[in-house]
């Protein structure tokens, strides 16, 4: 069984640009949750989406948006980036989002100069 | 206001001994606790679970323990071997809701298994 697929696994861009980032889930699952991990701040949570429907969003700009396709998968958008944006991207998928195992990406290091 | 907490940053253990990571949490409504282990630029791997209504969960050489009173998890790796050294996250999920989709990490704690 394919675990979680992230894509891509590193990105380097400039200030101000935009970036997508994908993620394909272990097949079945149809939550998908990121988060973004930093060194000082940890892993945080940035937003689920279940059956193309964000059902959770964490403390972040709106900069940051997601959107889920009828095939489970996810991708999420930063706009305008910031240098502060330079950081491990995390998706994680589960069945159903709530009181179940989630299986992480293997993420995506966005560097932003 | 940091609801998962680990409080040890580090641990060193001996190969063959036991290893004990240990987790404490706030927010009463946490009703499924998980224990991840990770490497620097790669994802968590999921290691173990426990639903609110167990007090111990075994796999392997993994067991994870809950005190719900104590509001307190612990994993335990018996025996530890040097491919266990990594950084162990716990991690902690309430049940629907505003909750839905979201994990609350601890900070991490730096698991070194010597040979």
């Known amino acids: 069984k394919a675990g979680v697929t992230q894509t891509p696994r590193y990105l380097i861009k400039t200030r101000g640009q935009q970036v997508t980032l994908s993620c394909s889930p272990i097949?079945?699952?149809?939550?998908v949750s990121w988060y973004q991990q930093t060194p000082g701040q940890g892993l945080q949570f940035l937003f689920e989406?279940?059956?193309?429907?964000?059902?959770n969003k964490g403390n972040f700009p709106g900069r940051f948006s997601g959107r889920q396709f009828s095939n489970s998968r996810s991708e999420m958008n930063v706009s305008t980036l910031e240098l502060g944006d330079s950081a491990l991207y995390l998706c994680?998928?589960?069945?159903?989002?709530?009181?179940?195992?989630?299986?992480f990406g293997q993420g995506t290091r966005l560097t932003v100069v | 206001d940091q609801q998962v907490k680990q409080n040890s940053p580090s641990l060193s253990v001996q190969e063959g001994r036991i290893s004990i990571l240990n987790c404490d949490y706030t927010?009463?409504?946490?009703?499924?606790f998980l224990w991840y282990k990770k490497y620097p630029a790669e994802g968590p791997t999921f290691l173990i679970s426990?639903?609110?209504?167990?007090d111990k969960n075994e796999d392997g050489r993994f067991t994870v323990f809950l005190n719900k009173s104590a509001k307190h998890l612990s994993l335990h790796i018996v025996p530890s071997q040097p491919g266990d050294s990594a950084v162990y996250f716990c991690?902690?999920?309430?049940?629907?809701?505003?909750?839905?989709?979201?994990?609350?990490f601890g900070q991490g704690t730096i698991l070194t298994v010597h040979p």
């Open positions: 994680a998928s589960s069945y159903v989002g709530v009181g179940t195992e989630a299986f």
């Open positions: 097949s079945g699952h149809r939550s």
């Open positions: 989406y279940f059956s193309e429907t964000q059902r």
């Open positions: 927010n009463s409504m946490f009703d499924y």
């Open positions: 426990i639903s609110s209504i167990k």
């Open positions: 991690a902690a999920s309430a049940a629907g809701g505003t909750s839905y989709g979201k994990l609350t």
